[in-house]
């Protein structure tokens, strides 16, 4: 793979998973930050420390926007006006138009924009990819997913609904996005957020929220997501049934998936999953990176992002109101795989 100038914009925590896989693939990473977070971060990873963002873009061929969501959208398109091709953090953004927005001026400039959708890449997820694409799990009827973790206090903006569209948008996009990626485009919502939802958030904060969502496959997914006190420990777990059986995932309990029924030819039978082998983001990061020098697509495309920012808007949008939000059929950008035919 031929040498990389990177552009990594922000210093926060997305930005500590995503700098070290860069320079894990040679990259050579100039560092901006407009905290002041920068140098030591520079230091402590080997990359280069700079002043401003037109000095960290200058013949950059990537800018990787680790900042947060209210910024994304200008960052994003500064750097697709200068040539290069962007790495944005999940969500793309905000609102469906922006993040339309960014894919449309990334395509009208013929260069790549790529969602941090990092789930994609962990093993678990992308074992359930292929058995609900392979068909492992006949016609899929219903599936949830839950993510949990601690109120993430750290930085005040995640509790600002305005910057970060709060735990709809921020926190359970990576499951919206998993669900649409399985049973295909998703044509009704319905969502609840409760909890802390407002700015500041102090420590001991919680939120909730649960959305139901109606593919358009007749598949229906349960998304629960919980920001909890300081000591919630980070957990995801997913199970999902069909015709050929089911299949389940805790990250706390165990990395493999444990599937009953059909699919695996008697109960309790499991497909050993190990340990991670190496970091999810480097391998999300390698395959934008081979792409980006004239490689094979990845496995989530900037229209992905687009239609998860959409998925959380129609979610924030019953959250407020209380009623179902009815999405019109958008065109197919991925293949709707395993789901219930209507």
Known sequence: MAELEVALIGAGGIARAHLPAWVALGARVRLYAPDGQAPALAREFGATSVGSLPEAMAGAAVVDVCTPTDTHREIALAAVAAGAHVL????LALGAAEA???ADAAEAAGVRLYPGHVVRYFPAYARLRDLVAGGGLGRVAVARFTRTGRYPTWSGWFADLARSGGILTDQMIHDFDIARWLFGEVVRVHARHQGHLTTPAPDGAVATGTAVLTHASGTISQVVGVWGPPATPFRTTFHVSGTGGTVQHDSLAHLDL?????????PAAGIPGGDFGE??????????????????QPRVSGRDGVAAVRIAEAAAESAHSGRTVELAPQPATTVPTGGIDQ
Do not use: N, V, W
């Not at 444990?258 to 008697?266: D, L, N, P, V």
């Open 100 to 102: 339309g927005e960014m």
């Open 279 to 296: 970091s999810p983001y480097l391998t999300q990061i390698r395959d934008f990176a081979e792409a980006f020098a004239g490689g094979p």
């Open 88 to 91: 944005c953090e999940k969500p």
């Open 258 to 266: 444990r599937i009953t029924g059909a699919a695996s030819g008697g």
